[in-house]
T-cell receptor, first 111, second 114 residues
């Protein structure tokens, strides 16, 4: 059974304090791993797609990496506007029309 | 482009009432889907469609109906609302031809069933 587990559930950082969010997954075959950002009262907004182990992608202060069992979202020198819930989702090769989401990490960056 | 538009934003129902959540997209996406988001649980797929006239069940389809008569619209129907259907509902779409393409989400409908 496909599973996605995100940790920690919540994270509070001082502005400028770098950290990482974890997404561990179990799928029979990975078609893609997706990171989304969700602000309160809004729908998830796409950040990155990773397809194979060793792949990395960057956008401003965010960097996503992928291994065969997990993905990390590294946040470098975060700012208060980075505060949001970050969601991880995987797409299985055998059930390509379904995405399996984790419960998210709620990030708060304190000025 | 408006992207994915959901209406209403908020809705309160009594147990047993029926209603339709609307979803429309203007990106000519073949694939459309409905998710529900509950505290402590990840987004869960209710139903999806890969094109007009084609629908299929997701992980939690019971109590919900869908139909897809046009590429643009994918309404979700609650036939007899139950308190267990209190949730935030998101519609999402993507192009079909690339199955690993990212999902585009609407802004959600917050539904309370009393």
């Amino acid at each position: 059974e496909d599973q996605v587990t995100q940790s920690p559930e919540a994270l509070r950082l001082q502005e400028g304090e770098s950290s990482s969010l974890n997404c561990s997954y179990t799928v029979s075959g990975l078609r893609g791993l997706f990171w989304y950002r969700q602000d309160p009262g809004k729908g998830p907004e796409f950040l990155f797609t990773l397809y194979s182990a060793g792949e990395e992608k960057e956008k401003e202060r965010l960097k996503a990496t992928l291994t065969k069992k997990e993905s990390f979202l590294h946040i470098t020198a975060p700012k208060p506007e980075d505060s949001a819930t970050y969601l991880c989702a995987v797409q299985d090769l055998t059930t390509g029309n379904q995405f399996y989401f984790g419960t998210g990490t709620s990030l708060t960056v304190i000025p | 482009n408006a992207g994915v538009t959901q209406t209403p934003k908020f809705q309160v129902l009594k147990t047993g009432q029926s209603m339709t959540l609307q979803c429309a997209q203007d990106m000519n996406h073949e694939y459309m889907s409905w998710y529900r988001q509950d505290p402590g649980m990840g987004l869960r797929l209710i139903h999806y469609s890969v094109g007009a006239g084609i629908t299929d069940q997701g992980e939690v389809p019971n109590g919900y109906n869908v139909s897809r008569s046009t590429t643009e619209d994918f309404p979700l129907r609650l036939l007899s609302a139950a308190p267990s259907q209190t949730s935030v509902y998101f519609c999402a779409s993507r192009p079909r031809r690339r199955t690993n393409e990212k999902l585009f989400f609407g802004s959600g409908t917050q539904l309370s069933v009393l």
